[in-house]
T-cell receptor, first 114, second 114 residues
Framework: ETGVTQTPRHLVMGMTNKKSLKCEQHLGHNAMYWYKQSAKKPLELMFVYNFKEQTENNSVPSRFSPECPNSSHLFLHLHTLQPEDSALYLC?????????????FGQGTRLTVV | AQSVTQLDSQVPVFEEAPVELRCNYSSSVSVYLFWYVQYPNQGLQLLLKYLSGSTLVKGINGFEAEFNKSQTSFHLRKPSVHISDTAEYFCAVSDRGGYNKLIFGAGTRLAVHP
């Protein structure tokens, strides 16, 4: 498999549940990202990981907890979410380095919080 | 910090007509510029990018964009659209020294009618 793969594609969870989103990249990149895409709003950058280290957290609530065990895998652990957290969650990867600038995106996980 | 403004939230157009999707950016540093496309229930796919050199950039599916530094714009154009071009289009910017973190505009919905 090539590119950036996200699982599951769809997830429905209650507000008291705990679930995790998974992202895997097969591109040899050294940076990975989580974005949130809500209706009628720009894509919001949530977290940035470089060489497995978190380098950015854009004031994301603690009910979202990222994990990057290696440069190929990125998780987003979810607990006690709110209905307003329903959105498309996109994972992306890129290679830091001069001239290597584009990000490759997965197909996203459509999350519905009920 | 960078920001991106996409001036039109929706652009309706007839098949085989030309189209221009507008994008303006704001940044205190030199940037890279991108256009991504998102089809329904999909992730984002890179259409084209401007890194340096010629200000006219050609991308996939017959799209092109022109970088205008004085007007801080990066408008996307296609001389003749197809029904299959119906999608959401996102303009994005990243600074040249960072970790390829992309900042997105709110998106423009292109609707091509027969």
């Amino acid at each position: 498999e090539t590119g950036v793969t996200q699982t599951p594609r769809h997830l429905v969870m209650g507000m008291t549940n705990k679930k995790s989103l998974k992202c895997e990249q097969h591109l040899g990149h050294n940076a990975m990202y989580w974005y949130k895409q809500s209706a009628k709003k720009p894509l919001e950058l949530m977290f940035v990981y470089n060489f497995k280290e978190q380098t950015e957290n854009n004031s994301v609530p603690s009910r979202f907890s990222p994990e990057c065990p290696n440069s190929s895998h990125l998780f987003l652990h979810l607990h006690t979410l709110q209905p307003e957290d329903s959105a498309l969650y996109l994972c992306a990867s890129s290679q830091k380095g001069q001239g290597n600038t584009e990000a490759f995106f997965g197909q996203g996980t459509r999350l519905t919080v009920v | 910090a960078q920001s991106v403004t996409q001036l039109d939230s929706q652009v309706p157009v007839f098949e085989e007509a030309p189209v221009e999707l507008r994008c303006n950016y704001s940044s205190s540093v030199s940037v890279y510029l991108f256009w991504y496309v998102q089809y329904p229930n999909q992730g984002l796919q890179l259409l084209l990018k401007y890194l340096s050199g010629s200000t006219l950039v050609k991308g996939i599916n017959g799209f092109e964009a022109e970088f205008n530094k004085s007007q801080t714009s990066f408008h996307l154009r296609k001389p003749s659209v197809h029904i299959s071009d119906t999608a959401e289009y996102f303009c994005a910017v990243s600074d040249r020294g960072g970790y390829n973190k992309l900042i997105f505009g709110a998106g423009t919905r292109l609707a091509v009618h027969p």
